[in-house]
């Protein structure tokens, strides 16, 4: 037992192989804009409980994504990479690499719904109340029936209901179902016992709503739907940094007769911008200093968007931090859309970032939102309205844990 005062220490891991006999690099694809994976990693690490976030893989691009997103990588041996391979035997193998570990949270990359507070409820009966393991359900109100093998004369029978008193759903608790979505283990259980699920065991209840998992329940385009109105997506950001050329505008150049170049602005992207001044978040437009043409347009940017307008380097990240630390700032609080090579550290940094769908791989690579739509033609809108979706939820979840406390 590990309760009482916390003085191990405790991992969350998520296993992801490059592998899949249905969707290829299924966890990596994008769903609303997001990663598969990251869905599960910002719980993760926005419970704030974890001494370390990890992922298992055997891909390289799995790798570069878990790493955008903050966490640290487990390259898993070709042994337990196979169909084959149980869940048990790689959390094995994570643990006999890392024998500082004492618990591990095993959570489903499969599971986008999943919040912080689902973890930190679980996470309360290992530290505190001196469980050993620790897994998520789901209630469930289906009448069970015995399977009537093909071909057999016998009569199926009632499994948890009495046909002549069949309850209402109101007058019936239902039942406990595992979702899959986390395992919560000691490290001797794991290792010593061979299982993810003994000596003291308890479970976390978490909502229908939220035990969304894409391998079994639903299709891509349906798990969109849920996702955007019960995924977790993060803290709200009250500053956003926008690189003009490529982002705001499609990085063209054009040439008049009479000598002038001129850069196109899409109305919808300056709509976007005032949608998310609206909502208390500051935007500073960034232009290159080597971008001669754009910064004669500095002051014209600053007076239609009413945004501050920065000079900075082709990498911008110098230039940047020391914004976000006068500010007295975290870069989790911040946004950043670039679309270059040399935005790839903001990019990564950011609490939430994007890239247009024109932007290059290594910029793509690094964001944690990739939009669909291109530089200039509306992508800065479409992130605006993510930024804005994400400050929307982080507002009613802190709403819905006032409420819970003020219940418990």
Known sequence: SLGGSRTHLLTALVLARGGSKGIPLKNIKKLAGVPLLAWVLRAAADAEMFDSVWVSTDHDEIENVAKSWGAKVHRRSPEVSRDCSTSLET??????????????????????CLHPSHLKGALKKILEDGYDSVFSVVRRHQFRWKE???GSVECTQPLNLDPAKRPRRQDWDGE?????????????????EGRLQGGKVGYHEMEAEHSVDI??????????????????????????????????TD???????SGEDTVSIHYKDTTGIGMLKKDDVE??????????VTQSLADKLKKVTGCEVMLVEEDPLKDLQSVVRKKKMDWKDVAFMGNETADASCLKLAGL????????KDASDAAKYTCRLLGGAGAVKEFAEHVLLQKQKAKSQMKQDRIDRNNF
Do not use: H
């Open 91 to 112: 959390i094995q193998e994570f643990l006999r690499n890392n024998t500082d570990v004492d618990v591990v949270c095993n959570i489903q990359a499969t599971s986008p």
């Open 148 to 150: 009537v093998k093909k």
């Open 176 to 192: 406990l179902y595992e979702n899959g979505s986390f395992y919560i283990s000691t490290r001797d259980l794991i290792l010593n």
């Open 215 to 248: 391998d079994v329940d639903i299709d891509w385009p349906v798990a969109e739907q849920r996702v955007r109105r019960y995924g977790y997506f993060g803290r709200g950001v009250s500053l956003m940094f926008c690189k003009v050329s490529g982002c705001l």
């Open 251 to 257: 990085g063209r150049v054009s040439l008049s007769a």
């Open 283 to 292: 935007v500073v437009l960034l232009i290159s200093r080597d971008d001669l």
């Open 353 to 360: 970032s994007a890239v247009p769908a024109d932007a290059c």
